[in-house]
């Protein structure tokens, strides 16, 4: 189960004055490409799971992964998350032709298979995607993560972090938020559902 803190800034000032004051403490920037995968039908996202490829650094590396029963209440998100790594040529072949996953020796793409049903048969479809820069801190012992999101209909921007204790972190982050005037408000919508949604939030 990933627990996260979810906290949707508002507009690019907001984004620009968060990764300013958090600058000094900067680990890396990730450049990350997210595909989307499902049957022509949607059976993934009718059982509320999603199968993902994200590339990563020019896409000499790939991930692929299951994410199930997503929950995000008051700025806290819960998921369940299977994910490993993939050969990036093989995967990006998949993006071409996406049936070629079930040819893959992967665990993530067996369970897609024996839990949820989904066959080569049925068909699988990539639905597209988005581009996301994640700017990566190490800030008062936490890991926290400032995104900005490019979809075909706007860019969004968003702090994250995952943790055992999400009220105590959502409150360390409100006040830094707040402190600085900062605007932003609970995420109520996964990247994913935003772009499904086809507009920000």
Request: charged share 30%; aromatic share 8%; net charge negative.
């Amino acid at each position: 189960m990933e627990v996260e803190v979810k906290l949707r800034l508002k507009h690019a000032t907001a984004h620009h004055q968060v990764i300013t004051l958090l600058a000094p403490f900067h680990l890396k920037t990730l450049h990350q490409h997210n595909l989307f995968f499902d049957t022509p039908t949607s059976s993934l996202s009718s059982q509320r799971t999603v199968l993902r490829l994200r590339f990563l650094d020019k896409d000499t590396c790939c991930i692929v992964s299951l994410k199930s029963k997503p929950t995000l209440i008051n700025g806290v998100s819960r998921v369940e998350e299977d994910e490993e790594e993939l050969d990036p040529v093989l995967a990006k072949d998949c993006v071409q032709n996406p049936l070629k996953l079930f040819d893959l020796d992967s665990r993530v793409v067996k369970r897609v298979k024996e839990e949820f049903g989904v066959e080569s048969e049925m068909g699988l479809v990539c639905l597209g995607g988005f581009e996301n820069v994640r700017e990566v801190y190490e800030w008062k012992g936490l890991k926290l993560e400032v995104d900005e999101t490019k979809y075909e209909f706007g860019i969004s921007y968003e702090v994250e972090c995952e943790s055992d204790d999400p009220e105590g972190v959502k409150r360390l982050l409100e006040e830094f938020l707040n402190e600085n005037g900062i605007e932003y408000e609970y995420s109520e919508k996964s990247k994913f559902a935003v772009f499904r949604a086809g507009k920000l939030p």
